[in-house]
């Protein structure tokens, strides 16, 4: 296949890097930034670099990957979809609705495969967290706290943190969809979302004009209750998730690689470690060829755009309806 990534920032860069590791494609990296382009070039001698979007249509890529900033994914992923370009798209799907709606008529007249990016369900812990709620080994879901955070002037040390995407509301930035990954895990564990409130807002003192936190409070249709809390402040890196369940508890923290979980009928513990030797790059790797392999067998992928609008809206409506703390 030809798989055209347009952006070269750090998740693009990564793309590029898997699939340059699966061999049997023809990569085209596309970035206004040259200096990005000639690292990617002196890397990779074999992927052929634009800075210009509009010059590599003639090279008539199957797939597009869209890593540019959240404002500028529906736009881009529009040009894509009316070249027949199949879409990987980063996560969020977009910063608003504008535009969909073009999006969702050309993705369904050109019979195009989609995917959103969700490689937290990809991650070994979070599958195997699904895999238990499944099998109702801690019995019904009763309630969940997860929770995501970490400081973001840490993100990328080398670059100021005030002109990243992620400090500005005009690119699409912020704390609630920067971690979408939460919400996105959380509705494919635990189904549709009946009620939600919460706060967001900023209070720390960084120099962003998005917000640095949020409190989301939500119940499913099937009853369960789940809060996610998510933020740009924390100084050490955090990933965690409880769920209280009718027959017993399942904890997972990211910094601790192992899932613990209690069962009321025993009273004891016991743990769920990480594979040996795992690498955190092997949920991209494994989100890719599954994206791939839904493009090779024209199948529809669990995390298509029309999918992607519900968690995208249910986030929009969080941020209108919530309480705003200044």
């Known amino acids: 296949m030809k798989i055209l990534v347009i952006g070269c920032g750090s998740i693009g860069e990564r793309h590029i890097r898997n699939i340059y590791s699966l061999g049997n494609h023809t990569i085209i990296a596309v970035d206004p930034n040259q200096i ?20 590599v249509w003639t090279l008539t890529p199957d797939v597009a990957f869209i890593c540019t900033p959240t404002s500028i994914h529906l736009s881009t992923a529009l040009i894509a979809a009316k070249h027949h370009c199949h879409l990987f ?16 008529h050309l993705v369904t007249k050109n019979k195009l495969i989609t ?57 699409g930035g912020g704390a609630i969809l920067d971690f979408i990954h939460e919400f996105d895990y959380a509705h494919w564990l635990f189904g549709d979302i009946d009620k939600m409130t919460g706060m967001y807002g900023k209070l720390g003192n960084l120099e962003i004009d998005t917000e640095d936190f949020a409190e989301m409070l939500m119940t499913t249709k099937t009853g369960s209750f789940i809060s996610i809390h998510v933020d740009y402040l924390q100084k050490v890196y955090e990933r965690s998730c409880t769920i209280i ?29 990480e594979p040996k030797n795992y690498d955190l790059n092997q949920m991209y790797q494994d989100e890719l060829e599954y994206f791939f392999a839904c493009v090779v067998k024209n199948k529809k992928s669990d995390n298509d755009v029309f999918h992607a609008v519900k968690i995208l809206k249910y986030l929009l409506k969080f941020k209108r309806d919530a309480v705003h703390v200044k």
Not at 36 to 55: D, M, Q, W, Y
Not at 89 to 103: A, C, G, R, V, Y
Not at 138 to 159: C, D, K, M, V
Not at 260 to 269: G, R, S
């Open 36 to 55: 990005k382009l000639n690292k990617l070039k002196n890397e990779f001698p074999a992927v052929v670099t634009n800075s210009e979007l509009k010059k």
């Open 89 to 104: 798209i980063e996560k969020p799907l977009s910063h608003s609705t504008t535009d969909i709606s073009k999006l969702l």
């Open 115 to 171: 995917m959103v990016a969700c490689n937290w369900r990809f991650y070994w812990a979070i599958a195997e967290i699904k895999s238990l709620l499944k099998k109702r080994i801690i019995g019904t879901a009763l309630s969940t706290r997860i929770s995501a955070g970490s400081y973001l002037p840490e993100w990328h040390p080398q670059e100021d943190y005030r002109t990243l995407y992620a400090a500005q509301s005009k690119l």
């Open 245 to 273: 369940g009718t027959e017993g508890t399942a904890i997972w923290n990211f910094s601790s690689s192992k899932i613990k979980i209690y069962l009321a009928k025993t009273k004891v513990w016991k743990e769920i470690s």
